[in-house]
């Protein structure tokens, strides 16, 4: 009985590492706690699930918790793009906080410009959306290298990872 004939192909997703994620939270964490200018605030950050929530006094604050957040997770390499934040809310008082999810899995309306993007270039390949993620297949390697660099050029506004290459 022959073998399946499979054509080589990889995952194209969007996936934030969130070991490292959580890793500059504690890290930001521990700086809001020990900087002078925070010295008697409620100011905080948050983790649960793939919402990070800043807890601030005032406007100015939020927004000195948010630069030292993403000073953080920039230094962990942590693409900024995987945050998509929300509009800041005052909770009583001067309070405010803010909810910025972190991006897992493409959505459907990247996922079709993905598809699209890839139809349009006439690279010889089949993209196909599969929950959060697009599958790339074609005959050649190189025609799917070719792929993974027009997607790098053309998506500019999410951090994709090309995972599961397979000859």
Same mark, same amino acid.
């Given at each position: 009985?022959?073998?399946?004939?499979?054509?080589?192909?990889?995952?194209?997703?969007l996936?934030?590492?969130?070991v490292?994620?959580?890793?500059?939270?504690?890290?930001?964490?521990?700086?809001?706690?020990?900087?002078?200018?925070?010295?008697?605030?409620?100011?905080a950050?948050?983790?649960?699930? *793939?919402?990070?929530?800043? *807890?601030?006094?005032?406007?100015?604050?939020?927004?000195?918790?948010?630069?030292i957040?993403?000073?953080?997770l920039?230094?962990?390499?942590?693409?900024?793009?995987?945050?998509?934040?929300?509009k800041? @809310?005052?909770?009583?008082?001067?309070?405010?906080?803010?909810?910025?999810?972190?991006?897992?899995? %493409?959505?459907?309306?990247a996922?079709?410009?993905?598809?699209?993007?890839?139809?349009?270039?006439?690279?010889?390949?089949?993209?196909? %959306?599969?929950?959060?993620?697009?599958? %790339?297949?074609?005959?050649?390697?190189?025609?799917?290298?070719?792929?993974?660099?027009?997607l790098?050029?053309?998506?500019?506004?999410?951090?994709? @990872?090309?995972?599961?290459?397979?000859?």
């Amino acid at each position: 009985m022959p073998a399946a004939i499979t054509m080589p192909s990889f995952d194209t997703v969007l996936r934030a590492n969130m070991v490292e994620v959580r890793n500059a939270i504690e890290q930001a964490g521990k700086e809001i706690g020990t900087r002078f200018d925070f010295k008697g605030s409620d100011a905080a950050v948050d983790l649960k699930e *793939h919402e990070i929530t800043i *807890h601030a006094d005032s406007e100015f604050q939020a927004a000195q918790v948010r630069d030292i957040l993403n000073a953080r997770l920039s230094k962990r390499s942590v693409d900024l793009r995987f945050l998509d934040a929300g509009k800041l @809310e005052k909770i009583g008082g001067d309070k405010v906080k803010q909810v910025i999810k972190v991006r897992n899995g %493409i959505d459907s309306e990247a996922a079709k410009k993905i598809v699209r993007m890839v139809k349009d270039s006439k690279i010889k390949v089949q993209a196909a %959306i599969q929950g959060d993620s697009v599958r %790339i297949s074609g005959g050649k390697r190189d025609d799917l290298q070719a792929a993974i660099a027009l997607l790098r050029k053309g998506v500019t506004e999410t951090p994709l @990872e090309f995972e599961n290459f397979r000859d």
